[in-house]
């Protein structure tokens, strides 16, 4: 049985395992915002950046890219993704359905954000979240890179997401 990873934010540009297949997902019920404070990958605890991370949300829906894994790196590859993602509990993981463009409906890991973890920030106006992008840099560096990458697979993919578009202008006329 194959092993799917739902991609909506850097997994969309480095996933860091074999991916057999990639297809364009809906995962219903959830939507992409920098709503997780970042202290590791792109910030630190003294200056933390911000992270996309998915916030449900009854009636929204997220698009992003369904990754296969490679056959019979299952194991390997959900030991890497708890090392990676899992670094603090502020992400869950949990088992979610997405609806594939092309009418397949898979079930996926994917890692949602835990609501009641500190380094949630749900609902933060644009301009702050810009303003926090533009000057965190953690362990994995720059979190302008972090966005920058993001919005510019998005668009490689044809997908629109009007929030993160209006971020990604306004960091680059901030200087970043």
Not at 92 to 101: G, H, V
Not at 102 to 108: E, F, M, S
Request: charged share 20%; aromatic share 8%.
């Amino acid at each position: 049985m194959t092993m799917w990873v739902f991609g909506y934010g850097s997994l969309l540009w480095n996933p860091g395992f074999g991916v057999a297949e990639s297809v364009l997902a809906r995962l219903p019920d959830y939507h992409r915002s920098f709503c997780m404070r970042s202290i590791h990958h792109r910030g630190t605890v003294a200056a933390p950046g911000l992270v996309l991370a998915l916030d449900e949300w009854p009636g929204a829906s997220c698009l992003g890219l369904a990754l296969a894994v490679d056959a019979g790196q299952e194991d390997a590859t959900l030991a890497y993704l708890r090392e990676r993602e899992l670094i603090s509990s502020a992400y869950l993981e949990k088992m979610l359905d997405l609806e594939l463009t092309d009418g397949r409906r898979v079930t996926a890991v994917t890692y949602v954000i835990d609501p009641d973890h500190d380094q949630y920030c749900g609902g933060l106006p644009l301009e702050e979240q810009a303003g926090i992008i533009a000057r965190a840099v953690g362990g994995r560096g720059p979190n302008t890179e972090y966005l920058h990458n993001t919005v510019a697979h998005l668009r490689g993919l044809g997908i629109d997401d009007a929030d993160l578009e209006w971020l990604d202008e306004r960091v680059r006329s901030i200087g970043g």
